[in-house]
């Protein structure tokens, strides 16, 4: 152990009290920032799997046509109308095939699966509701969404495997129109009805999809919606989610089709979990805050009372620059502790954070708090904590290294 | 009581371990800024130890000081083993004191949070010359010398006053410097342990070739020393 670490050692556990005060502080300060981050990313990562679960990380829609026009005045004059650029977009996309073909050709991309969705009227023994069909291959669409994952009936998706007229029906739907597996439902569309067997009930943790989405084969899709050819969109999945942005951008580049990623399609409701995160972060901030000025008061009160050790320390060969270390060593070590403590502290209460019941079934579905274990919350809580504990200590720490020690001797010997 | 005149044309520099000469002192600011030292020189030789001596006021404190390099001069030079030091910056006052100057203050000045063992490695464990069991055992050897060896796991709390400076003179010693300074070492002590404290420090010092300087008030003690420096108002007489 070097001499300046067991002299701050010693200094600190001679001030039990004021260093249990800074090491609480830090403690709660690590642990509050930590259960802070990971209620508040909770919800948003929930939301965001949910999203990406169910309808991919892209949607390739409608195709681009460029609309830029320009005219020339009549006569000459050298006045030019220009009429804005701006791009129209058909409806749509029109040749699935090539479109898949050519996303799969991006690194990033896992899956690529096209849908065709329409709007219907079905109806049960129970009663009537307005439902949207989402006409898909299973293989394709198994590698874009975690349908697969999400039924909730016995069997699996292996019944709508089975058999062209089987659905698979959200869970609200199926509530509502009180449907169990291997009921009829009647569907109607444009002026025909069919009847399909349900195969099973899916739950997909968003309210809006399980209360209106059916999945149903694509060709018997077409055929239903009298769509023949084309699709309404392509999803993808990727390998890295979070680069949807970037790849979304370069796709709509090659391919002439609007582009959106999944930031992009649910930037609202993203934009309340930012406006929440912030929040959060300007209220973990103040606890750290607290922390780091009571780290400050602990060391101005050693340095007040260690004036005299600190004079014989420098008479003794101790540089000024030992004497800042010995306090930052102080401030060091309670930090080490207190990230240590706070850490375990923070995990703790997150963890019985997440056993609170807390029934939400709207945005998405949940029983229990939904919380994010992240190791990016414990670097964050520990760092902010080092950077502001380290700045606080730095003051009492350099103002002990400037007391002379000719004067602190001539104090005391008056 | 035996005064020496110093004579330094006489005498070989390597034979002083410290020297000053004309140095000035100011202390405080403004109106209350007085003249505390007004050109003292200095000499002192290894193995010899000297008494400065003087009403409170004249000035022996803070000349001991800037012997010791606590504190700067406003003129003069010092040399420490013949190293001119009195323009030298902060790191190298340092330096110096640790390797060639030690400390024995009047009110014992012992970290109370260490063991007697700890207070006397702590200059050692500075310097870093020796080895941790080498600092070790020089450390109890010179609690043993001063009669503490059955308590060196003691902390400062748990010894008493002359014992509290004791540890002092050992810790002093500790780096075996060439300069001892000491100011007022016996002031806070009783008879009995003043003359132990003093013989420590004395035999201790000269057995070692080092020069002991000391600040006293008391004429005992002063008595004793080889050579005695009086002061009165910031100059020796």
Redesign the interface.
């Known amino acids: 152990m070097s001499p300046n670490l067991r002299i701050a050692f010693r200094f600190l556990t001679a001030k039990k009290r004021a260093m249990l005060m800074s090491l609480s502080c830090t403690v709660l300060g690590v642990g509050l920032f930590i259960v802070t981050q990971a209620t508040t990313s909770g919800f948003e990562e929930f939301f965001v799997n949910t999203l990406l679960g169910t309808d991919g990380a892209i949607r390739i829609e409608d195709r681009k046509q460029s609309t830029m026009q320009s005219m020339e005045a009549a006569g000459g004059s050298g006045a030019h109308i220009l009429q804005r650029e701006g791009v129209k977009y058909i409806e749509g996309v029109e040749e699935p095939q090539l479109i898949k073909d050519a996303v799969r050709n991006f690194a990033n991309v896992r899956g690529v699966s096209a849908v065709l969705r329409g709007n219907v009227q079905v109806t049960s023994s129970f009663k009537s509701d307005d439902a949207q069909i989402f006409g898909i291959k299973l293989d394709e669409h198994r590698l874009v969404s975690e349908l697969e994952r999400k039924i909730t009936t016995p069997g699996g998706l292996g019944k709508f495997l089975e058999s062209t007229s089987s659905v698979l029906v959200g869970r609200v739907l199926a509530d509502r129109l009180q449907l169990r597996v291997n009921d009829t439902i009647s569907v109607n569309a444009r002026g025909e009805s069919r009847r399909y067997n349900v195969a099973g009930i899916y739950e997909s943790g968003s309210r809006d999809i399980d209360k209106t989405r059916i999945y149903l084969d694509l060709g018997e899709a077409r055929s239903l919606l009298r769509r023949p050819t084309g699709v309404t969109f392509v999803q993808i999945s990727l390998h890295e989610p979070n680069r949807a942005r970037e790849d979304a951008v370069h796709m709509e580049d090659v391919l002439g089709h609007s582009v959106r990623p999944w930031q992009e399609r649910e930037k609202e409701w993203l934009s309340v979990f930012r406006a929440l995160r912030v929040s959060s972060a300007i209220t973990v901030t103040v606890f750290t805050l607290i922390a780091s000025l009571a780290m400050f008061n602990t060391l101005a009160m050693i340095v007040l009372e260690k004036t005299k050790d600190i004079a014989i320390l420098r008479s003794m060969g101790y540089e000024r620059r030992d004497i800042t270390q010995i306090f930052l060593w102080q401030a060091a070590i309670v930090l080490a502790i207190g990230a240590l403590l706070g850490g375990l502290f923070g995990a703790v209460v997150t963890w019985g954070v997440s056993r609170v019941p807390l029934p939400i079934n709207t945005l998405f579905k949940t029983q229990t708090f939904i919380v994010s274990w992240s190791a990016w919350h414990y670097v964050q809580a520990i760092s902010t904590a080092v950077v502001m504990v380290m700045i606080a200590s730095l003051v009492p720490a350099r103002r002990a290294a400037r007391l002379e020690p000719g004067d602190i001797v001539r104090g005391t010997a008056q | 009581m035996r005064t020496l005149v110093s004579a330094p044309s006489m005498v070989s520099a390597g034979e002083f371990a410290l020297r000053c000469t004309g140095l000035q002192r100011y202390l405080g600011e403004g109106e209350g800024r007085v003249h505390v030292l007004k050109g003292v020189s200095f000499e002192a030789r290894r193995g010899q130890v000297y008494a400065i001596v003087g009403p409170s006021g004249c000035g022996k404190?803070?000349l001991l000081?800037l012997l010791?390099l606590?504190?700067?001069p406003d003129g003069g030079a010092i040399e420490i083993n013949g190293q001119p030091m009195s323009n030298s910056d902060?790191?190298a006052r340092?330096?110096a004191?640790?390797?060639h100057?030690g400390?024995v203050?009047?009110?014992h000045?012992?970290?109370l949070?260490?063991t007697a063992l700890e207070n006397v490695m702590?200059?050692m464990?500075?310097?870093g010359r020796l080895a941790p069991a080498a600092m070790e055992a020089r450390a109890r050897s010179l609690l043993e010398a001063v009669g503490l060896g059955a308590k060196t796991h003691r902390l400062g709390t748990q010894l008493s006053g002359g014992e509290q400076q004791r540890v002092a003179v050992a810790?002093a010693l500790a780096?075996q410097p060439s300069i001892i300074l000491a100011?007022?070492p016996t002031g806070n002590l009783d008879v009995k342990n003043s003359a132990l404290v003093f013989d420590l420090l004395t035999n201790l010092a000269k057995d070692n070739g080092q020069a002991v300087i000391l600040v006293t008030h008391n004429p005992e003690i002063a008595q004793r020393c080889d050579v005695t420096r009086p002061m009165r108002d910031g100059l020796f007489v």
């Open positions: 404190s803070t000081y010791g606590l504190d700067q902060d790191v340092t330096a004191r640790g390797a100057i400390f203050f009047q009110f000045f012992l970290m949070e260490f702590m200059p464990r500075k310097l810790r780096n100011d007022e």
